[in-house]
Each structure stands twice: as C-alpha cells, then as structure tokens.
C-alpha cells in the first residue's frame, strides 16, 4: 500500500483541521491505522489509531476529547479531524498502515508510511 496524506496547514489555536489520507495498492480496509506526529526535536509519537473496521480507537492523553480518527475503507481513506487545536499540536503528521488488521500502539508494527504533513498552530 502506498500513503499519500494531505489536509495539514496553519490555524490559529483554537481552530480545526482535517487531514486525510488517501491509500493505494494492496487491501487497506484489512490493516489497522495510526496517526503519528513529530514536532521538531522530538521523538516521533504515536496520536491516534484505529482498527481495520473502525470500531476500537485509541488517542494519545494529549489529543484524548479533541481529535477523531476514523476511516472510509470504501474510499481507502484514513482521516483525523481536530479541533480545538493547540501550539503545542504543531508538528508533521505521518499516517501509517500497521502490519496487522488490530489496533497497534507500537511504531515499530507500523510497516508503511505517508510522506507527512505539516500542521502549524499559531498561538
């Protein structure tokens, strides 16, 4: 499978974004999804993820209220809305295809990477 993510951009605190992420190739309704994030100097962690069916989540303490993460397997898309962003939210986001069809918490299960997109919020 091939990522593609996209929707990133600069909101004031406060404000929402949505990003998508579009895959191609082989079966991504059968694989668990991750939103992954990086801000700069830091480690990359782990934001929000999802099961082949949609039906188990999972969030960071750090987004737990305030991002969504859901999927359209129909349209091969992976999304993440957020709102009531924050400065400290600001960093790359990466969507990412976990080897097995469960929700996965570990990065290292993560076979398959989006190139990322840029989230800014300004404060």
């Known amino acids: 499978v091939q990522l593609q993510a996209s929707g990133g951009g600069l909101v004031q605190a406060g404000g929402s974004l949505r990003l998508s992420c579009t895959a191609s190739?082989?079966?991504?309704?059968?694989?668990?999804m991750g939103w992954f994030r990086q801000a700069p100097g830091m480690e990359r962690e782990l934001a929000a993820a999802?099961?082949?069916?949609?039906?188990?989540?999972y969030y960071a303490d750090s987004v737990k209220g305030r991002f969504n993460i859901s999927r359209d397997n129909e349209k091969n898309t992976l999304y993440l809305l957020m709102n009531n962003l924050e400065p400290e939210d600001s960093a790359i986001y990466y969507c990412a295809a976990h080897k097995y069809a469960l929700l996965g918490i570990d990065m290292d299960e993560y076979t398959t990477w989006g190139q990322g997109t840029q989230v800014t919020v300004s404060s």
């Open positions: 190739g082989r079966m991504f309704g059968a694989y668990g």
């Open positions: 999802i099961s082949w069916s949609g039906i188990s989540t």
